[in-house]
């Protein structure tokens, strides 16, 4: 069975940073376009971010260019999101999610969900 877990999630204060990871199970997720999508209380699940399985080109929303920084470790099968200079407004839960089409923006582009983490920013 097919699997994305989320791990890293946690409480941090403004300005501060936290590493997100995404370990996929079940299968090769090599060849997959990796990302991640953050849906805070109350509002639609949004893009943050997307890695082709080359890491020849990555994709960030705007909210989050020049803070965030999507990687990946195809021998390890993980999605990594390292976010700096974090603001409250990033408060939400986020998800890891593979793909095939790119750009991976849009939900109907996913094939494969994560569970979810909580990132809170406190001001």
């Known amino acids: 069975q097919e699997q994305l877990v989320e791990s890293g999630g946690g409480l941090v204060q403004a300005g501060g940073s936290l590493r997100l990871s995404c370990a996929a199970a079940?299968?090769?997720?090599?060849?997959?376009?990796l990302g991640w999508f953050r849906q805070a209380p109350g509002k639609e699940r949004e893009f943050v971010a997307s890695?082709?399985?080359?890491?020849?080109?990555?994709d960030y929303a705007d909210s989050v260019s020049g803070r965030f920084t999507i990687s990946r470790d195809n021998a390890k099968n993980t999605v990594y999101l390292q976010m700096n200079s974090l603001k409250p407004e990033d408060t939400a839960v986020y998800y890891c999610?593979?793909?095939?089409?790119?750009?991976?923006?849009?939900?109907?582009?996913?094939?494969?969900w994560g569970q979810g983490t909580q990132v809170t920013v406190s001001s």
């Open positions: 999610a593979a793909g095939t089409v790119w750009p991976m923006r849009e939900l109907s582009r996913i094939n494969y």
């Open positions: 079940g299968r090769t997720f090599s060849r997959y376009i």
């Open positions: 890695l082709l399985s080359s890491e020849i080109a990555a």
